[in-house]
C-alpha cells in the first residue's frame, strides 16, 4: 500500500487505521533483523535464503521485510515471524539453512522448532499507550510453550520508549510507522497545541539532552524560541562517535520517522523551517535510511509547505561529517555545515542565539528528538513518572565489552549499573570477575565494581568522575589493565583533537606519551603527580568539551585503580597481565604435555621441543603474542 | 540576569576588585589593557579576529559562588562579573599552557622567557618527540605554537587566504595548499611580521623573495629611479587596485616617491578613480617614509 498526500489529522487517522488492521491480521510476516549488526553477523544471506524459500513455497502468501536491531546484538541473526492470529515468534543466531524450516513453520502457522527465543504476545502502540493481542482464539501447543520474550532476562528490566520500534517495524515502510502511532504526535502539536504549550510539555517533561551533556531541552527550546533573528534552524547531531557506542545508529536504521518526526515538532516550537541532519558518513545504512523516510515524509507531505494543514512549514536536509569525532561538538558541527573546518569556537555565546550561520539554532542528539513524539504523545506527566527526580525517561546504553550479553539496552534511569551490568549483560564470562564499567565514551571514566550499585542518573555518573555521555557503557573484567584502558583513550582522543587550542591538543599528546611510558614500564617516579597536573590544565584550560573532559579517564583510573598505576611504575608489573612489555610467558613442563600445538602455533618459532616432551619458550624471542596461551589445551602456558 | 556586553549594552563589572565600565561589545582584554591591568597572549592582536586558541590570555569569572576560566579574549562580561585577572587559579592554567609551549618549542625564546616569568625553569615534558632525528628537524615546527596569527592576518587583513592550517592535532600545522608554491600569496610578509616566535622567515635574494616556510617564491620589482628591490610584483599589483595608485607612482620604492610626488597621497593615485575614502571627504594624509612608518 503506498500513503498518498496526508493534508490533516482526519485523514492521517484514516491512513492509520487501516495501516493498523494488516498489522493484526492476513498473512504470515516474517522480519529479518538487517541493521548494521545484523548485517555484520550474516543477516542478509538469511533474507536471500528465505526470499528464496518463500518463492519455493508459493501455496500461501508470505511477506518478509527488513527492520533494524531490537538491542539484542549478541543473538544476531535475529529473524521474527508473526503468526497471525496467534503470536510474533522470535529466533536467533539464524543461519541461511534455517530458512526453509522457518517458512513451513509459518505457512503451516506453528513454529520452527530450532533457534527460539521468545514470544510476543501483543502489537505494543507505545506512543498510544496502548497494545493489541495478536492471538484470535486458542495458542496451539508449540507456540504456547515459547516462553515470552520481556520475561527473558536480557529484556525484562528494559522500557523501549526509544527504541519503540526498532527490530519491530520495517523502516522503510512509513504505514507501519503511522500504524505504529507515528506523526500522530506532530498532528497534536501542530494543530492542537501553540508553540508555547509544545516547549512547555517538553520542559515539564524533564527530558534532558541525550547526546552527552544533558542539557535540559525544554530550556534549550525556550531560548531558541525567544531568541532573535531570523531564520532559525533545527540540528540533528547524528555523528555518534565514541569507541563502542552505537545508539543513534541503531535508532536511525531502525526508526528514521521517529527523528524526523521529533525534528517537526522541534521545529515548530522553536519557529525554525530548515532542518539538518548531521551523519556520519561511515554510517551508511543509515543515511540511507534517512534519505529514504525523509523522502517519504516529504511525499506524503509532513515535510514542506503547510504540514497537516497546521500552516507550518519546515523542511530537512542531510549532511554527511567527514569523520571528525570533533564535529559532534555543536559549535564544530556548525561550523561544518557552513563548509568551515570542523573546530569548535568558544561558547560564551550560546548556538541556540548565535550558531549556524550566526542564527539561532536548537541542536539536539538523535535520541533526544526520538523521545520528543512520545513526551508529546503521552504528555509530560507520564514522562516524568519515569525515571528519578532529576533524570526522567530513559536511556539507551550500548552494552559492549566483555559481558555475556552484548547489544542495545534501554532503561529507565535510576536503574543500577549492577543491574545493567549483571542482570541485563549476564556479568561476565565464568572464571573472570567484574572489574570496571566505563560509561560516557572517552569523556567519560571507569567506575570500580565495588560502585555498581550508584543509579544511572547524570548527577551520579558525573559524582563518581565518569558521565552519561552519550550511553556508551564498556565492561572489563579482570583481563583488563586499566593503565591500558587509559592509554587507549588518550590515544584515541589524541588523534581526534582538532589541534587548535594548546591544552588539549599538547594535553593529550603529553598525557599519553607518559601513559605509554608506564605501559611499557619506563614509568618515572612523579608521574602520577605529572597526570594529575596534565588533567587539571586540560579541565581548566581547554577551549571545548572534548578537551575539558579529555583527562576524566585518567583521572578516574587513577582514582579508582591506583594500585594499578603503581604497579606498572614501582615493581614494572602489569596485574592484569596485559602490558606487553611486562609480562613474559613460560611453560609449565609438569603440565606441558608436548603435543607440539603451541611450537606450531608460534609466529616467530620461538617454542622448541620434542614430542610428549615439555616445550620450552624462548623469552628474547618471544613477541608476547598470546598465540601459545589460546593453543594450548592443557593450560600449560603461564603469563607473569 | 542583565544584558551582557555581546548583545550591544555598556556593562558594570569588578575587574581585580576594581569597578570598571565595559563598554558595548567589549571584551575583558580589551577593558583591562584600557585599565593597565597586564594580560599576557600569543594568539591575540587588534588587527584580527579574536581566535581563543593559546589560552594564555585565561581569566576567572565568578558569579556568586559559582566560577569558570574564560579566555579574557573573547568573553564579553555580563552585568556584575567579578573578574580576577592573575590569581593563583589563572596563573597555573597559563604556567600549564606555557609549560607546553616550551616543551613543543624549545627553540623559541619568546616562549622561554614567558614561561620563566610564570615559573617554569624547564618544562617537566621530553621534548625529543619533536623531530625523529637533528636532521630532519622542521624549524617551523620548532617554533610555530599555532596561534594562527599569520592565517588569520593573511585572510582578514592583506584578503589572499594564501596560507591555512593542515591537518589535526599535532599534525596541524601552518602551510600553502598542498605544500606547495602558494598561488594567492603576495609575498606581502604580513605573516612574517605578525608571528610572535620567529617561525615565519622571508629571504629576498637576486630579484626574488623566498618564503621558505610556505614553499613560496614570489618575484621582487626594483625600484625605476633606486634601483634597489622595493615590493613584490603581486603586492603591487594588490596595492595598486586596492589604492588606485597610478602607475607612474607604483614603479618607485616609497622613499623614491616621496621625493618625486612630494607629501600629498592625492599625486601619487591614478586621475580616472572616483573619490572612496573618506580623507577625501576633505581630510589630509600625509606619505611617510617606510622607516618613519615603523618608528610610529
Known sequence: MKTGTIETPRQLAAVRSSARKALLNGHPRIFVGTATCGLATGAQKVLDALHEEAGKASSMRISISETGCNGACFLEPLVDVVLPGQARITYGHVQPEDASGLIEAACAGTVYKKRIIGRIDKEEFLVEGTSKSYRRGKLTGDVKEVPRYAALPFFRDQVHLAMRNCGIIDPTSLDEYIAKGGYAAAAKALTEMTPDQVVDEITRSGLRGRGGGGFPTGRKWATCRKAPGEPKYVICNADEGDPGAYMDRSVIEGDPHSVIEGMIIGSYAVGAHTGYIYVRQEYPLAVKRLRFALKQAEEAGFLGENILGSGHSFTVRINRGAGAFVCGESTALMASLEGRVGEPRAKYIHTVEHGLWNKPSCLNNVETWNNVPVVIARGADWYASIGTQGSKGTKVFSLVGKANRVGLVEVPMGITLRQVVEDIGGGVPEGESLKAVQTGGPSGGCIPAELFDTPVDYESLTALGSMMGSGGMIVMDSRTCMVDVARYFLSFLKEESCGKCVPCREGTSRMLQILTRICEGKGRPGDVELLHDLAQGMTDGSLCALGGSAANPVLSTLKYFAEEYRAHIEERKCPAKVCRALITYSINPEVCTGCMLCLRACPVKAITGERKKPHIIDKLACTKCGLCADTCRSNAIEVA | ?296
Open chain 2, 1 to 296: 540576569m542583565n544584558a551582557p556586553a555581546h548583545e550591544g549594552k555598556a556593562v558594570e563589572f569588578m575587574l581585580d576588585g576594581l569597578q570598571v565600565e565595559g563598554r558595548a561589545g567589549e571584551t575583558v582584554l580589551s577593558v583591562a589593557r584600557r585599565h593597565g591591568i597586564p594580560i599576557p597572549t600569543l594568539c591575540h592582536h587588534e588587527a584580527v579576529s579574536p581566535s581563543g586558541a593559546c589560552r594564555l590570555c585565561v581569566v576567572e569569572v565568578f558569579w556568586g559562588k559559582r566560577s569558570k576560566i574564560v579566555t579574557s579574549c573573547i568573553y564579553t562580561p555580563y552585568e556584575n562579573d567579578r573578574v580576577e585577572t592573575n590569581n593563583d587559579r589563572v596563573r597555573s592554567v597559563r604556567r600549564f599552557v606555557l609549560e607546553l609551549l616550551a616543551a613543543r618549542c624549545p627553540s623559541a625564546h619568546q616562549i622561554r622567557e614567558l614561561a620563566l616569568e610564570y615559573g617554569v625553569d624547564a618544562p617537566r615534558y621530553e621534548t625529543d618527540d619533536n623531530g625523529k632525528s637533528e636532521t630532519i628537524r622542521d624549524p617551523l615546527r620548532e617554533r610555530c605554537i599555532l596561534c594562527g596569527l599569520c592565517v588569520r592576518v593573511c585572510d582578514e587583513v592583506v584578503g589572499q587566504h594564501a596560507i591555512a592550517f593542515a591537518g589535526r592535532g599535532m599534525e596541524r600545522r601552518v602551510t600553502s595548499p598542498f605544500a606547495e608554491q602558494a598561488e594567492e600569496c603576495i609575498g606581502c610578509a604580513a605573516c612574517v611580521f605578525i608571528c610572535p616566535t620567529g617561525a615565519l622567515h622571508f629571504e629576498d635574494v637576486d630579484g626574488r623573495r623566498v618564503m621558505k616556510e610556505l614553499h613560496t617564491t614570489v618575484l621582487l620589482v626594483a625600484c625605476r629611479d633606486c634601483g634597489l628591490p622595493y615590493a613584490t610584483e603581486k603586492q603591487i599589483e594588490k596595492v595598486k587596485s586596492r589604492l588606485k595608485l597610478s602607475d607612474e607612482a607604483a614603479a618607485l620604492c616609497p622613499s623614491c616617491r616621496v621625493r618625486a610626488f612630494g607629501g600629498r597621497v592625492e599625486q601619487i593615485l591614478a586621475k580616472d578613480r572616483k573619490a572612496t575614502f573618506p580623507w577625501e571627504q576633505g581630510a589630509s594624509f600625509t606619505l611617510t617614509s617606510p622607516e618613519a612608518a615603523f618608528r610610529r
